[in-house]
């Protein structure tokens, strides 16, 4: 009786949430690799010839500034440790008035200067509202829809695809351990039904586990809820982080006090896997530094340090270690949703496991219409068997 509802509920939570997991779940394998692709679709504004000494970040701003205009406010450059990689400059605002049910209309500009830090030539502007991996992107997180809407149906879907998982593992739950093997094999030589059966329950019992885990994680960026709940699993607070929106307007920042922030940050990690130099603004004069660097831990080791924007000098510093555990995670979620937390190994196996989530409402569809149809199928009345009389044969008498 349990495992007929729960087949039910497998069955048509499934037809549900299907279509959004398939397209969830073939972004999500693209967007995996997404920048390690840019790199090689974009070599000739990724990569430089590395030179002897840095143009001053003030003048690389002014650069990049001028090619997009003087209306579209760049904010932040996401600076790469490799002597060989350009700076690239973000320029990013939405459009709080739209109104529109897409979220192309909630982008008022989103631009990506490349500009090369030893001769301070610009290299390429790239549009991201029309750039192939950040339109992924936007499908992968809300369907091109408006976030508020886009948002609530792909975690929704999320959230069901996480109960078709749990009951997908209990409806595969051998009741002997005789027949454990039978559920852990695919029978490629067996007929097609049988075959695409064994592709939706093998497979989805060897991906459940990751599955999981990437769907758990990728709920943050949905509901609020779900993300306040993990902190308190974690013992901690979304508070705990408070200082990242605090703001600071008691001086104003100067070229020089950036100048000696920007050197501050890069002479303080001698190694570093990437950084982030958020600029002053006319709303908050402190300059910031987010670094990420290879550490001891298991988590996405990454500092914030914080500058006063007139004179350069650090007013705050957040190391990884001083962070709460929940801080930490949040810090290694985006790692941990997309496999990069330990390269590529853990990529393809992300890349794997969202070939297969994509395949299962695939499988999932068809075994469906297959037991639909087989229901459908009118009955042959099948002939009475019963035996004839067995009549004697006259014998012939001779007289």
Known sequence: MVKAVLLFLHRWLGIISGLVVFIVSITGCIFVFEEELFRVFHQNIVYVKPGEQL????????????SIGSDKNISVVFIDDAADRAYCFSAFERNAKST???DKDEIKYFYQ???????G??????????EFF????????????RRDIGNMIVGSSTLIFLVILISGIVLWWPQRMAGLKQRLTVKLRARWRRVNYD?????????FLIAMIIASTGLVWSF?????????????????AKF????DTTYTASERGVTLAWRDALNRYQEFERMSFNFPTSKNSRAGAFVQYEGPSAWTDTDYIYYNGADGKVTQIVPHESKSVGMKWRNTNYGIHTGKLYGWPTQLLAVVVSLVCASLPVTGVILWLGRKKKNAMPVKKQKSLQPRPRVRARSNQLT
């Open 100 to 102: 529109s049910m897409w």
């Open 224 to 240: 609020d809820w779900w993300e306040n709940g993990i902190y308190s699993m974690l013992g901690s607070s979304k508070k705990d």
């Open 199 to 207: 592709l939706h329950s093998v497979f989805g019992f060897y991906i």
């Open 244 to 247: 990242l929106t605090q703001r």
């Open 113 to 119: 200067v490349f500009v090369n830090p030893y001769t």
């Open 134 to 145: 950040y339109v992924v992107r936007r499908i992968h997180q809300n369907l091109l829809l």
């Open 121 to 130: 030539a610009v290299l390429g502007v790239v549009d991201k509202e029309t």
């Open 55 to 66: 143009v001053d970040i003030n003048e690389l701003k002014k650069a990049a500034q001028a």
